[in-house]
């Protein structure tokens, strides 16, 4: 009798989640799978920012959603052998009995290809979802060309970071935009050639920081945060400029905040924006893993990961990710 353990939000999220929107509770799973069936232990679990806004389509009583590598023990699936490690949506849950043939082409678990000496989380980070959402996000849509200003914001995170190193790779000036020095001072060991600590410029002095790091203008913006740091990188915009609008992590949480209205930029630069969801690329998944890997194993693409143990603790790692505690990809060891 497999006993699986999972947190189910049970209260909708109100500004910061808090302890009161979630739930340890415990599920009995059935005894035998059905054909096609597999059973998957937990190993590591991510924390997304996605997680917060998209939790408010579902009722409370759900599980928490998220993604998890995690290693199959019984099996009726010959696509899912027993010792095979998997990457699967399969929530915030320790055990989980899952048929993938029922699920859609863009949800399914996949078995993890070998990382090499590289460790099985990075199927949460730079080998997986974030590590494709810098990487087709960027080079999809931001068509980036050798000599040209990027500018990359919530670039210490798990898709910033990767954003400003493929950047680099690509010949640009690379300007990161993260919240704390010791986050800049990472950027800046990866190669970025300027940096903006939002925190301590602030809102009034980001502009003529930005000006100093970016003294001839941006051509692409890889946007993770939205609000008055978008505002201010649109206004230095240069001609025929390109925006990946990734997320808006600034106001997950919050109210939206009020900007000055951008369009002017967008006529008179000639500017292009487009916003994504990475799973669009889905039938092109393995080819963003490979480059990723590749480029690690080259020496050319670093990651960083803060790991927070014990599947207790997945609500004070999810707030810790939310208030910039991570450098690097937030994971949850189990
Ligand atoms: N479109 C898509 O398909 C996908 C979009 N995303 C989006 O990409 C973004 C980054 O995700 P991910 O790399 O996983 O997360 P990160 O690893 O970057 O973690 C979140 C970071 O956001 C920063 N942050 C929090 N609040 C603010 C704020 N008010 N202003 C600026 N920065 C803030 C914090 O860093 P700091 O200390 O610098 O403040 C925090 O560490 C998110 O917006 C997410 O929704 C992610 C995956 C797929
Ligand atoms: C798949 C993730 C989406 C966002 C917006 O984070």
Known sequence: MVVARKWVYVKPFDGLPKDENFKLEQETLPDELAENEFLAEAEFLSVDPYMRPYMAAYPAGTT???GQVSKVTVSRNEQFPVGAYVFGNFGWRTHTIVNPDKLPAENRPYVLPSFGSHPRSL???VLGMPGNTAYFGFLELCQPKAGETVVVSGAAGAVGSVVGQIAKLKGCTVVGVAGSDDKCAWLRQLGFDATINYR???EGGFAAALKQAAPKGVDCYFDNV????SAA???QMNLFG?????????NYNDARVQVSDPQREFVFKQLRQEGFIVTRWHKRWMEGIEANL???EEGKLTYQETVTEGF????EAFVSMLTGGNTGKAVVKL
Do not use: K, N
């Open 64 to 66: 928490m959603i998220g």
């Open 123 to 125: 199927g949460l980070g």
């Open 200 to 202: 301590t410029v602030g």
């Open 226 to 229: 939205g609000g008055y740091i």
């Open 233 to 235: 990188v649109m206004q």
């Open 242 to 250: 390109r925006i990946s609008v990734c997320g808006t992590i600034s």
């Open 294 to 296: 590749r480029w690690i």
């Open 312 to 315: 207790e603790r997945m609500p």
